[in-house]
């Protein structure tokens, strides 16, 4: 008798430790987002480019050279305090991440169902733009209405995450433009994420292309699988 309420404990304990695992890894991809998310915007604020920042998991990885603030002694012990981070490695390289666009989407999206919302985004943005306020990130009210609407097209595949990419074009100031450019991007973001877009799903990037006028600044989403 007491030999089969041991049993019966250890298989509780069992079931218990394989739910809680699955409830974790279930949960990994949005808590990755959300510590790339708090990163981003950590380094944004201490005016540092993003690019060279990876997550996994929990830890971080900082690519750069050694002259570069992303990979600078103080930038790990920065984001070795974002809510969330367990561990911030450093790995060296030869060149400077250089930001560049070649102007046209990197990833087409494999899922049919993928596909379908990146056609209907761009279809919605075929006469429309997502516009800004003179020198801000604040969107105008026209644009207000095209994200509704590009926020009720991600609605329909809830699965699917986007990548929101602000693209400057070369200036005499490429970092006040390449920093505009990414804070238009996460703009984007906060307000799909206030029109009920799970945040996990989005991510906000700033990329530079030496083609078009100088100093201008457009908004591209690339859906990509779930």
Aim: charged share 25%; net charge neutral; aromatic share 4%.
């Amino acid at each position: 008798m007491r030999l089969n309420s041991r049993i019966s404990v250890g298989l509780c304990v069992a079931i218990t430790l394989a739910l809680d695992y699955l409830c974790i890894a279930s949960r990994a991809p949005m808590i990755e987002e959300d510590i790339a998310a708090r990163c981003r915007a950590a380094l944004v604020s201490h005016q540092i480019r993003p690019e060279g920042l990876s997550v996994s998991g929990r830890d971080v990885l900082l690519t750069g050279t050694e002259t570069s603030a992303i990979a600078s002694e103080e930038t790990r012990i920065m984001l070795e305090h974002v809510k969330g981070v367990r561990v911030v490695k450093v790995q060296y390289t030869s060149g400077e991440p250089s930001g560049a666009y070649a102007g046209t989407k990197q990833e087409e999206p494999a899922d049919d169902r993928a596909r379908v919302i990146q056609e209907m985004i761009d279809g919605v943005l075929q006469n429309e733009r997502i516009e800004f306020k003179p020198d801000s990130a604040a969107l105008t009210p026209r644009s207000r209405i095209v994200l509704d609407s590009i926020a009720t097209i991600l609605s329909k595949a809830p699965n699917s995450r986007c990548e929101i990419r602000g693209i400057s074009q070369a200036s005499s100031n490429e970092q006040r433009d390449w920093m505009m450019s990414l804070q238009r991007a996460l703009a984007t973001e906060d307000y799909l994420v206030g029109k009920g877009v799970a945040d996990w799903r989005l991510s906000a990037q700033a990329f530079r292309t030496g083609t078009g006028a100088s100093g201008q600044h457009q908004i591209e989403f690339v859906v990509k699988e779930r």
